[in-house]
């Protein structure tokens, strides 16, 4: 079983910068990929970025160029360094992971775990 625990969401001013980590409970850290998805006040949860085994990366559109995922082996910890934010960036973000492939990386069911979320508000 693994266990994806979030953490580093607050309350931040609009051009402001805050970065997320996923603390992931389990040896074969390197065998899975990790995604950041997030859901806003009255939305449903939507992809922001992913992040493949082999390090490859595919974001949102929303958040190119503002975002970036990264992965750390040796602390079993996945990132997400989220600069130049918005307040259309407001939203709980939620860590998953799975062993499977790049396909479907952007669709919330193909998931097997999931973390509990953080919260992230941009306001002045």
């Known amino acids: 079983q693994v266990q994806l625990v979030e953490s580093g969401g607050g309350l931040v001013q609009p051009g402001g910068s805050l970065t997320l980590a996923c603390a992931v409970s389990?040896?074969?850290?390197?065998?899975?990929?990790y995604t950041w998805f997030r859901q806003g006040p009255g939305k449903g949860r939507e992809f922001v970025a992913y992040i493949a085994r082999t390090n490859e990366s595919f974001y949102a559109d929303s958040v190119k160029g503002r975002f970036a995922i990264s992965r750390d082996s040796a602390r079993h910890t996945a990132f997400l360094q989220m600069n130049s934010l918005k307040a259309e960036d407001t939203a709980v973000y939620y860590c998953a992971a799975r062993r499977v492939g790049n396909s479907y990386y952007a669709t919330v069911g193909v998931y097997d775990y999931w973390g509990q979320g953080t919260q992230v508000t941009v306001s002045s």
């Open positions: 389990t040896r074969d850290f390197g065998r899975y990929t």
